[in-house]
Nanobody
Framework: QVQLAESGGGLVQAGGSLRLSCTAS????????MGWYRQAPGKQRELVAG???????NYGDSVKGRFSISRDNAKNTVYLQTNSLKPEDTAVYYC?????????WGRGTQVTVSP
């Protein structure tokens, strides 16, 4: 069964950090481009960070310099290190895998940042 499973979300105070993980199953992981998106209540889903199969990364403007994406192909896992968290980072964070026309989404993990 093809699945992306996110973990690592939670409640943290402003200025804190969390490391989100997304583990894939049912796919050959390494060729996929991986991404993290987030969606806050009443807002559209937005790109947080992406990493290509070759390791190139890109970030949304609001998280540049604070968040870092990485992948471990041996563990079929992509990570999102979130630092200097702000209340406006509060959202459900979703993992995404893309290979050609094949797009897979995880169910999300909640990140809540208190003032």
């Amino acid at each position: 069964q093809v699945q992306l499973a996110e973990s690592g979300g939670g409640l943290v105070q402003a200025g804190g950090s969390l490391r989100l993980s997304c583990t894939a199953s049912g796919i050959t992981f390494s060729p996929y481009a991986m991404g993290w998106y987030r969606q806050a209540p009443g807002k559209q889903r937005e790109l947080v960070a992406g990493i290509s199969s070759g390791g190139s990364t890109n970030y949304g403007d609001s998280v540049k310099g604070r968040f870092s994406i990485s992948r471990d192909n041996a563990k079929n896992t992509v990570y999102l290190q979130t630092n200097s968290l702000k209340p406006e980072d509060t959202a459900v964070y979703y993992c995404n895998a893309v290979l050609g026309s094949n797009v897979i989404w995880g169910r999300g993990t909640q990140v809540t940042v208190s003032p």
